[in-house]
Nanobody, 123 residues
Framework: QVQLVESGGGLVQAGGSLRLSCVAS????????MGWFRQAPGKEREFIAG????????YYAASGKGRFTMSRDNAKNTVYLQMNSLKPEDTAVYYC????????????????WGQGTQVTVSS
């Protein structure tokens, strides 16, 4: 069992920035992969970024590449998503997720999920 808690969402104007945090607890292991996803009403949950706790590579979806940066603090069991140059189309509920071994881009491949945090970008 892994528990994930996101925070940092809110309302921001287009062009602004937010940093989301996700704290993992429980059965976290060093080879888990962590992912950030988002889901807007009427749309499927989509992959944003992912990395392994012990990995050297972070993977990004095209939608956020160049604007979003995923990072981690292994000592705090926390991953972050820094979002810059936000656009109205970034409005969604943002989730962090965890799975064993490898980063995947499909939501159903992840075993553990946080509760989500709302990000709203106004124009």
């Amino acid at each position: 069992q892994v528990q994930l808690v996101e925070s940092g969402g809110g309302l921001v104007q287009a062009g602004g920035s937010l940093r989301l945090s996700c704290v993992a607890s429980g059965r976290t292991v060093s080879d888990y992969a962590m992912g950030w996803f988002r889901q807007a009403p009427g749309k499927e949950r989509e992959f944003i970024a992912g990395t392994r706790w012990s990995g050297d590579t972070t993977y990004y979806a095209a939608s956020g590449k160049g604007r979003f940066t995923m990072s981690r603090d292994n000592a705090k069991n926390t991953v972050y998503l820094q979002m810059n140059s936000l656009k109205p189309e970034d409005t969604a509920v943002y989730y962090c997720a965890a799975r064993t071994r490898m980063v995947r881009t499909v939501a159903d491949d992840y075993d553990y999920w946080g509760q989500g945090t709302q990000v709203t970008v106004s124009s």
